[in-house]
């Protein structure tokens, strides 16, 4: 059964910083794409970046600069690292990972929910004024 774990949110003030560490089963690691998501009361859940089974990152443009994903296949995580937040990117951030692992089409092929079949539980960040 796979599982992804998040761990990392909390409550900071706006300029900080915060890691978000998503951790899974071995195999999860050889997905073609695994990426965050976040969610916000009362709005969608939204891309905020991708990394492909390649190395290949994507970032949603309100976060590029800011944020940085990657992923440590040896330890199976998945990290985002978020410098300068803002109080906007306050919300439930979620890991999530294609189910494929072969036939990878790239880190841009990844643009919504549908495109990831199995999810964290989510991990909240609140970035406060």
């Known amino acids: 059964q796979v599982q992804l774990v998040e761990s990392g949110g909390g409550s900071v003030q706006a300029g900080g910083s915060l890691k978000l560490s998503c951790a899974g089963s071995?195999?999860?690691?050889?997905?073609?794409?695994m990426g965050w998501f976040r969610q916000a009361p009362g709005n969608e859940r939204e891309l905020v970046s991708v990394i492909s089974s390649d190395g290949v990152t994507t970032y949603a443009h309100s976060v590029k600069g800011r944020f940085t994903i990657s992923r440590d296949n040896a330890k199976n995580t998945l990290y985002l690292q978020m410098n300068s937040l803002k109080t906007e990117d306050s919300a439930m951030y979620y890991c999530?990972?294609?189910?494929?692992?072969?036939?990878?089409?790239?880190?841009?092929?990844?643009?919504?929910?549908?495109?990831?079949?199995?999810w964290g539980q989510g991990t909240q960040v609140t970035v406060s004024s």
């Open positions: 999530a990972a294609d189910a494929k692992t072969s036939w990878c089409s790239g880190a841009y092929y990844y643009r919504s929910v549908a495109d990831f079949a199995y």
């Open positions: 071995g195999w999860i690691f050889s997905s073609c794409g």
